[in-house]
């Protein structure tokens, strides 16, 4: 079985290698990563683990087309490559987004495999907060951030948008897709009606979700047989830099103080991705016994702390720093953390 999973990234430096190496470590075997103005050394880093074949690394495409959004005008071109066309399943996801696979041994062919003729499988978002960590660290994303948002919608208010957890979906080959998109494909419309699109404990994708409208799934039942844990905040000082970089994909948003609200939850222990951990050390360890990519990982982490330092003596992100780190501990006071 091949799988292609294509990301977008923006000066995502110092965690870019980890979210490729756990994807190939649970059986990812073709990555295509398109780059979009990077700063920090992230397309450095990329073109090294591209050199030493273990990634396809593509500058923003959008430059061709700059009436294209750069993530769309990716998609597009990721769609012509060997390695996409070849595949028997493709994902597109954002490189801060893990599959965590809760069936067998926790490989993508276990979660492929929990559901016998699919065409479409999709996985919901489970958002992981800072975990009360203010200081920016070296290490796993996938260890250190093991802090998440509650399986269940608050029962008090169900209309609540925490009802229902925004999807990424796996493409079969011969599934009925017109178009790709980052959440979910267009698919053809005489198909619309029976095609094998499954999420959860095995439920059928209701039409909305096959149509053209919603982009989410009811949280009853959703992580059955795996999440998609989104690291949106990681730790309070990483969040300073995000929010400078802007979207990586949207020109004209970045991560402010509502989005910290809405991304940050720390309710529930969630640990469960962890027993890759010692595999995923291992191969990191392995691809940076290679000279030029471990110079180039020390490069970016020094330019992350560099920044980190810089924007904390800006005055508007001194103050998102203060804000932000206010909320957190009022969580804390509140008894929020699991």
């Known amino acids: 079985m091949r799988a292609a999973g294509i990301t977008c990234a923006k000066n995502e430096g110092p965690f870019l290698a980890e979210w490729i190496a756990y994807h190939r470590l649970i059986g990812f075997t073709d990555i295509v990563v398109f780059t979009n103005d990077c700063t920090d050394g992230t397309d450095a880093i990329a073109d090294r683990l591209d050199e030493m074949g273990l990634i396809r690394h593509l500058p923003n495409p959008r430059h061709l087309n700059p009436r294209l959004r750069f993530q769309k005008a990716a998609l597009e071109y990721a769609m012509g490559l060997g390695a996409v066309r070849n595949a028997d399943w493709i994902m597109s996801f954002d490189s801060d987004e893990f599959v965590n696979v809760d069936v067998g041994a926790g490989m993508l062919s276990d979660l492929i495999g929990a559901y016998p003729g699919a065409e479409l499988i999709s996985i919901c978002q489970l958002q992981h907060g800072c975990s009360h960590r203010v200081a920016y660290e070296e290490g ?199």
């Not at 053209?212 to 992580?223: A, F, I, M, R, W």
């Not at 309710?267 to 471990?294: C, E, F, V």
Request: hydrophobic fraction near 35%; glycine fraction near 6%; charged fraction near 30%.
């Open 140 to 338: 796993l994303s996938i260890e250190l951030f093991q802090l998440s948002q509650k399986h269940e919608a608050r029962a008090e208010n169900p209309r609540r948008r925490d009802a229902e957890r925004g999807l990424k979906t796996l493409i079969h080959r011969d599934a009925p897709m017109i178009e790709i998109n980052n959440h979910k494909p267009v698919i053809a419309e005489d198909r619309r009606h029976d095609v094998r699109w499954l999420y959860g404990e095995g439920r059928r994708v209701g039409p909305d979700v096959i149509g053209e409208g919603s982009k989410s799934l009811p949280v009853q039942g959703c992580y059955a047989k795996g999440s998609l844990n989104h690291y949106a905040t990681r730790s309070i000082e990483s969040f300073l830099v995000q929010s400078h970089r802007g979207n990586a994909v949207k020109l004209d948003e970045r991560a402010d103080v509502r989005y910290w609200k809405r991304y940050n939850h720390n309710a529930m222990q969630n640990g469960t991705i962890t027993r890759h951990a010692p595999a995923l050390r291992d191969m990191l360890d392995d691809w940076y016994s290679d000279p030029a990519l471990k110079e180039r990982q020390s490069a970016t982490n020094a330019h992350h702390r560099a920044m980190i330092a810089r924007l904390k003596e800006e005055p508007f992100y001194k103050s998102l720093f203060q804000t932000v780190h206010k909320l957190d501990q009022q969580a804390i006071e509140q008894g929020v953390a699991a």
